[in-house]
């Protein structure tokens, strides 16, 4: 597998819905790269912005919503030629008849809502397939039951045939990967893909998702609240909190070396079957309003190890090693150094050194 090569990169990427209560911040600066045939998970709490982030990228933002600033750069191959693109400066045309389905695709995570109700299984995955290479409906057809196949779907032939709702949750979201795959894209987007299925479904429809990426040598952009799920298809992780990424690096990186104290929370909150306990740890507080402004680091009022500087700066990217960064003020060399801890609830007090006494 070719990993080389970088398909995506976004770059200080900041989008804003106009309600009636004012402007909401939903995504904050963030910078993401994914390369060629890796699997880049996006994790946070619901409102942090992550279906946000990655339905820009496929140029779905709400007619409320705009990009503020930032770039999303896109890199395919047309006819042996490699070609990078802004995707934030294509008009919606452009995103449908060239990037859409064709180069990048997108999993939903409930089936039912991805699916029309009134198309059988068949004509919905030929339906892009015929757009976007104009071929017969013979050749269609076959390349449709070829898909069905692929997703573990048994009996192509008569699922061809059948509605939306004659199928169960775990056949309908094998159909919505197969008419993903349909065109071949460059880039899967998965955004929660198994939140309304049960967990023996989850699991079948995970490895799918991996054996497919290997045997197609596809990027994917995983979206989820699941570090179980991360833990296992991950190669890399971004972690979002109200609208930036505030930890990034290899699934090593954040399973065993995790900086953040929000990913600490996070970590914690996970079950886990070597450490019974009774009450699993929850991360106090809630949230920021996104529209709302405020001072400093936005988890600081949910963050134990909150610092005097918390309050009145926001921290930048810290890097930790070439692969691994984390905003937070604790990786500064005068930060109070602290051991990775939910059990003590103490807050620590910044050391009033060097230059940032003067901040």
């Known amino acids: 597998m070719n990993r080389n090569n970088t398909i995506l990169t976004v770059r200080n990427l900041s989008i804003a ?12 600066g963030v910078n993401l790269q994914l390369m060629k045939g890796e699997t880049l998970a996006i994790v946070g709490e619901s409102g942090s912005g992550k279906s946000v982030t990655v339905k ?9 919503g705009r990009i503020k600033e930032g770039s999303i750069e896109f890199t395919y191959t047309d006819n042996g030629k490699s070609i990078t693109e802004d995707l934030t400066k294509l008009s919606n045309k452009e995103m449908q008849k060239r990037i859409k389905g064709k180069r990048i695709a997108m999993v939903f995570q409930d089936p039912m809502t991805s699916l029309d109700p009134t198309m059988s299984i068949g004509n919905q995955i030929m339906e892009g397939i015929r757009y976007h290479f104009k071929i017969s409906k013979k050749n269609a057809e076959k390349k449709a039951m070829d898909l069905l196949e692929l997703v573990g779907i048994k009996n192509p032939t008569s699922i061809m045939r059948n509605y939306p709702h004659q199928l169960s949750g775990g056949m309908r979201q094998r159909v919505v990967i197969a008419i993903a795959l349909s065109c071949d894209p460059d880039l899967l987007i998965c955004d929660e893909p198994t939140t ?18 290997k045997e197609k040598e596809i990027s994917v952009l995983f979206i989820t609240h699941d570090l179980g799920v991360v833990a296992k298809i991950a190669d890399k992780v971004s972690i979002m909190y109200a609208g930036k990424i505030v930890e990034s690096g290899t699934v090593e990186d954040i399973f065993y070396d995790a900086r953040h104290p929000y990913t600490w929370g996070l970590l914690a909150s996970t ?11 929850t991360i106090p507080g809630s949230p920021p309003n996104l529209l709302n402004t405020w001072e400093g680091d936005a988890f600081a009022e949910r963050n134990q190890y909150a610092m005097n500087i918390d309050f009145r700066l ?37 050391e009033e050194e060097g230059n940032l006494a003067n901040k």
């Open 56 to 64: 820009s990228i496929m140029g779905m933002v709400t007619s409320n």
């Open 314 to 350: 926001e921290p930048p990217m810290f890097k930790i090693n070439d692969h691994h960064y984390a905003a937070t003020w604790l990786l500064h060399e005068n930060a109070v150094k602290v051991e990775r801890s939910h059990q003590n609830n103490q807050t620590l007090t910044w």
């Open 17 to 28: 819905f106009q309600t009636n209560s004012g402007e909401l911040n939903a995504v904050r």
């Open 196 to 213: 309304a299925l049960d967990v023996t479904m989850q699991a079948k429809i995970i490895q799918l998702i991996m054996d497919i990426q």
């Open 271 to 281: 079950p886990d079957i070597n450490n019974i306990q009774e009450r699993l740890y």
